[in-house]
Structure formats: structure tokens, C-alpha cells
């Protein structure tokens, strides 16, 4: 069992910045994949970055080169840093990881607002 925490988000206007953090507990040995995924009201959850135990990110194309995923592996958290931040941008964010087996682990979510 992993159990993930987020933090960080709020309310920003467009052009701002937040960063979201995510601490993982438990049995974090097993990570391979990390990610930030987001949920807008009436759309489906779509991942929007992800970094690998090897440090390989991915992004979708709606935020690369605003946003940036980053990993503390001491601290077994990993960080998205949101920059020039949209309305669009504006959704439920959920940090998820995978462990061997495979499993998938999901936080609480933390909410992004962002007003023009």
C-alpha cells in the first residue's frame, strides 16, 4: 500500500504560479511512476505530467513549457510546478503512482483555480 498527500493548490489569477506537492508514505520502495493527473468539471481525468523512477517526464501538450514535474526521492514526494497558469488550467488535481505488481495509487486531490 502506498498512501499519497497533496498540497498546494489554491486560487491564482491567469499568469500566476502554484506548485503542487505530493508525499508519498508507506511502501514507496516499490514506485516506478509518478504523475499528475486533472480533472475538469464535465471532462475525464487526463494526465498531465508524469516522471519515472529514472526521471523521464512526460507532459501533455497543453503545458509543456508551463509546467514542470519534478521528484524528491529522499522525501518520496514529487512536485508540480504550474507556470503562466491558464483558466483552462482550472481542475481537481490528483497525484497517482505505480508500483510493481501493477498497482495504482491515487491522492485526495487538491483544487486549482485559476479566474481571468
Known amino acids: 500500500q502506498v498512501q499519497l498527500v497533496e498540497s498546494g493548490g489554491g486560487s491564482v489569477q491567469a499568469g500566476g504560479s502554484l506548485r503542487l506537492s505530493c508525499v508519498a508514505s508507506?511502501?514507496?520502495?516499490?514506485?516506478?511512476?509518478m504523475g499528475w493527473y486533472r480533472q475538469a468539471p464535465g471532462k475525464e481525468r487526463e494526465l498531465v505530467a508524469s516522471?519515472?523512477?529514472?526521471?523521464?517526464?512526460t507532459y501533455v501538450d497543453s503545458v509543456q513549457g508551463r509546467f514542470t514535474i519534478s521528484k524528491d526521492g529522499a522525501k518520496d514526494t514529487v512536485y508540480l510546478q504550474m507556470n503562466s497558469l491558464k483558466p483552462d488550467d482550472t481542475a481537481i488535481y490528483y497525484c497517482s503512482v505505480v508500483v510493481y505488481g501493477p498497482y495504482q495509487y491515487w491522492g485526495q486531490g487538491t483544487q486549482v483555480t485559476v479566474s481571468s
Open positions: 508507506g511502501r514507496t520502495f516499490s514506485i516506478y511512476h
Open positions: 516522471i519515472t523512477s529514472g526521471g523521464t517526464t
